[in-house]
């Protein structure tokens, strides 16, 4: 099933919801999910407000994401995360590249 | 219809009971004074009776009064039957109690027609005190109902005394019962949970949805569960038992353990006002959804505003109860009403807020429940919501062949199973993190011997899940074998995982610093995460220490 995301009204921000788990499993629709019709996005937003479970490959994917895109896209955040979700993006020190809101 | 003749003379009374017979009332008693009256009648509970005035030892005004003591509450028709014809005497007929009299020698036809008029206002009489009886009855049962359902609230919504200290609120209901709502709950990672919300109408219909929404709620908090599966499992809830015409709107509000971030969804309640210490209005939550219990799950949005809050700043909630209040002139005070209140004096309480409600609606009744929560913003110290932990040390094993390997990712069910017996809602996310890295390590590397720098390059990454899932489709023996073990002394999880492949040389783990590679870092989560991480037998078997 492939993730929702949303666009901001001019086209420059993309948001996306990740689901409750988000590993290895979600490797294709996250890549599909930044990557289709992304021309006039220059920010993306990553909504984990549903996400309870999530482990390395999920920040590999985010970095990923990130080195993929870093020619086009000026600003990731990362938004509503859950405390203990939070918790591990903190250990993995990923507030050095992602604004983590 | 039974008929009670009394008359000394046994003419008359044969008289009578045959013209009686004649008009079709064949259910007749007789006697002949008195007292065998009175006592008959006890027996009999005579529907009418005819009565002579002159007859010996008791007159007939004597029985008439005591036959009407007998009859209590229902209408007993007694008639009169008397020769005697001086206004006084029949006058007296009535007021010692009688109906009605009809002279001797009496004329048939007039007797029957007063006999028939009476019944009527006899079964009418009876009737009217079946249904009083009745109505009685259903109002004794309803308030007994009432005080056992009173109860049951007040036990189910109690709001725990710990949270008072952060939380100013009140509930007013316009009746025995309440249709709007407040409920508090602390989550298991330090944080808390509030939710207010107002059902449509008022009094018990309404307020019955507050059950189900609060076992909910409490069950979910203890869970930490995100707001939006709060807002989306109680919608489900109520769309499953409300019937279509009511709903809930509902605010639902998560305090972080920092006791600063707020995260608030907004379903149809009035917008909560978030006030800095100058008393200025910084930011209104807006209700940006439709209430519970409307929507199907998949129309249902469930995004959630967060806001940082300032310590010291104070979110302030209410029903529309007090936004819909008006005033002698008819005038709603509406939103803008409490702000100008708010802006006036920053530092107004819960009661502050009800007396000026007070005020404002002057002489009115006040037609709906009334709710005022006010949370201020400092550190959550005493709020915890954790499980109880068992005294008992517990084993699970799980043994997993080739078939369970590919068919499952037994990863989340694992966890959920550990969670739910061991109370440990509050550490799901970490545990799930841990297994996930040493299961996944187990069965890619052990397994599977997959190579991770394949994952160096952005192609490379998706190249590797490609391969992982080919080698996994044709994986014919192998076996995964997990264990956790709670040891209640130490308050931790001791995790073992040994898998059947051949050994993969313990891979030179990259620092969590360098963000540069997106692979690697497994470990050293699981490090961060964990109090001991050893890895044995050329790397098949790995222990590690989880505290709780």
């Known amino acids: ?61 985010l970095l990923n994401m990130q080195k993929s895109l870093s020619d086009t896209v000026k600003s990731f955040k990362i938004t509503h995360c859950r405390p203990q979700v939070l918790k591990i993006l903190q250990i993995a020190r990923f507030d050095k590249k992602f604004l983590i809101v | 219809m039974r008929i009670l003749v009394v008359d000394d003379d046994t003419l008359s009374r044969f008289l009578l009971v045959h013209m009686l017979e004649q008009q079709g009332y064949l259910d007749t008693f007789e006697a002949e004074d008195g007292m065998v009256a009175i006592e008959l009648a006890k027996r009999i509970k005579p529907d009418l009776v005819l009565l002579d005035i002159v007859m010996p030892e008791m007159d007939g005004f004597e029985v008439a009064t005591q036959l009407k003591k007998l009859a209590g509450d229902i209408y007993l028709p007694i008639i009169f039957i008397t020769a005697l014809d001086d206004e006084k005497s029949l006058a007296r007929c009535l007021e010692v109690g009688g109906d009605d009299f009809v002279a001797k020698p009496f004329d048939k036809v007039i007797l ?62 316009a009746s025995d019962f309440n249709g709007d709502l407040f409920i508090a709950s602390a989550s298991p990672t330090g944080g808390m949970y509030f939710l207010i919300g107002d059902f449509t109408g008022h009094g018990l219909a309404s307020a019955i949805g507050a059950l189900p929404v609060s076992q909910a709620f409490q069950a979910m908090s203890r869970k930490g569960l995100s707001l939006m599966e709060m807002a989306e499992t109680i919608n489900q809830t109520l769309l499953m038992l409300l019937p279509d015409d009511m709903f809930f709107a509902a605010a639902l509000v998560e305090i972080s353990h920092t006791g600063k971030q707020v995260d608030i969804w907004n379903g149809g309640m009035p917008s909560l006002l978030l006030q800095d210490q100058n008393g200025k209005i910084v930011k209104r939550f807006d209700s940006r959804h439709m209430a519970l219990g409307i929507l199907e799950s998949h129309e249902f949005e469930a995004d959630v505003e ?17 936004v819909e209040l008006e005033n002698d002139e008819g005038q709603m005070l509406g939103n803008e009403g409490i702000e100008t209140w708010l802006l006036a004096q920053p530092n107004m309480n819960v009661e502050g807020i009800i007396d000026k409600a007070k005020e404002y609606l002057g002489s009115r009744q006040r037609k709906d429940d009334v709710t005022v929560i ?15 932990a068992s005294k008992i040390p517990l084993k699970m094993v799980l043994e997993l062949d080739a078939k369970h390997i590919k068919s499952s990712d037994p990863v989340v069910d694992l966890v959920s199973v550990i969670t739910n017996q061991l109370s440990l809602y509050g550490v799901h996310s970490e545990l799930f993190t841990v297994l996930s890295e040493l299961y996944n390590n187990a069965l890619e590397h052990g397994v599977l011997e997959l190579d991770s720098e394949l994952k160096q390059s952005d192609s490379g990454f998706f190249a590797y899940f490609k391969l992982r899932e080919e080698k996994l489709s044709s994986l014919e023996a192998a076996s995964i074998v997990i264990s956790a073990e709670y040891l209640p002394d130490e308050n931790a999880l001791a995790i073992q995982i040994k898998d059947s492949g051949k050994g993969f040389k313990q891979q030179h783990m990259s620092e969590l610093e360098n963000l540069e590679k997106s692979y690697g870092r497994g470990i050293s989560l699981v490090k961060e995460l964990c109090e001991s991480v050893e890895y044995t037998n050329k790397g098949n078997t790995v222990d590690v220490v989880f505290k709780i």
Do not use: W
């Not at chain 2, 009876?126 to 049951?152: D, G, M, P, S, W």
């Not at chain 2, 940082?308 to 007090?322: K, N, P, Y």
């Not at chain 2, 006010?374 to 954790?386: A, G, W």
């Open chain 2, 374 to 388: 006010i949370f201020t913003s400092q550190p959550l110290e005493q709020v915890t919501n954790k499980g109880v």
């Open chain 2, 306 to 322: 967060r806001y940082e809050m300032q310590f010291g700043d104070r979110l302030v909630a209410f029903s529309d109860g007090i």
């Open chain 1, 1 to 61: 099933m492939s993730l929702d995301r949303e666009f901001s009204e001019d086209g420059s921000e993309l948001t996306i919801f990740l689901e409750e788990k988000f590993d290895f499993g979600k490797v294709q629709d996250f890549r599909l999910a930044y990557s289709e019709g992304n021309e006039t996005v220059t920010s993306i937003v990553i909504n984990l407000q549903k996400t309870e479970y999530m482990d390395s490959s999920a920040l590999g994917m």
């Open chain 2, 112 to 173: 029957a027609a007063k006999i028939r008029a009476h019944v009527r206002t006899r079964l009418l009489s009876k009737k009217t005190f079946e249904q009083n009886k009745q109505l009685t009855f259903y109002r004794n049962a309803i308030e007994r109902e009432h005080k056992i359902v009173e109860h049951i609230f007040a036990n189910a919504l109690s709001v725990n005394k710990s949270f008072t200290r952060y939380l100013d609120y009140c509930l007013n209901p």
